[in-house]
């Protein structure tokens, strides 16, 4: 059996490892590099935190709201069922998760997709926060 990037049969790997792999590909952006880039439309912030932590923390003004299970489909540039900021296979977009985890493996789908500028934010939503950046916390229910 070929080996994969997540390992074979022979060698599993774990998520820790999954991640630093998929990393090593990956230009992760920090939370003030992250908002100087959206602010010059240099990029697309799209968060895939799922409702309740919307709800809870609120919301990064201008950010396109994804849930993780459509993640691909909406920013599939030739798909069907893609956003209106789908614009192209060039489009900067840094995904935000709640902490930085699973945009990671997010942004990695992307690329394979062709979205070959798709990264993630350090630290997620909560170091967007902690960087005193802008955050909404009215209409934080609202999605793509």
Do not use: K
Not at 31 to 43: W, Y
Not at 85 to 103: F, M, P
Not at 125 to 138: D, I, N, S, Y
Request: charged letters at 25%; glycine letters at 10%; proline letters at 4%.
């Amino acid at each position: 059996m070929a080996s994969t990037p997540s390992g074979s049969a022979e060698h599993p790997v774990g998520i820790d490892e999954l991640l630093e792999r998929v990393r090593t590909d990956l230009d992760r952006v920090e939370a003030e590099a992250a908002h100087d880039a959206a602010q010059a439309g240099d990029a697309l912030l799209v968060d895939i935190r799922y409702a309740a932590l919307r709800e809870r923390d609120g919301l990064i003004p201008g950010a396109l709201v994804v849930e993780r299970n459509e993640l691909e489909w909406r920013l599939d540039p030739q798909g069907s069922h893609r956003a209106p900021e789908a614009t192209g296979h060039d489009l900067r977009v840094v995904i935000v998760c709640n902490e930085g985890y699973a945009s990671s493996l997010a942004a990695v789908s992307l690329r394979q997709l062709g979205l070959h500028r798709a990264t993630d934010l350090v630290g997620g939503f909560q170091a967007w926060r902690t960087a005193g950046l802008p955050v909404e916390t009215t209409g934080a229910t609202t999605t793509a």
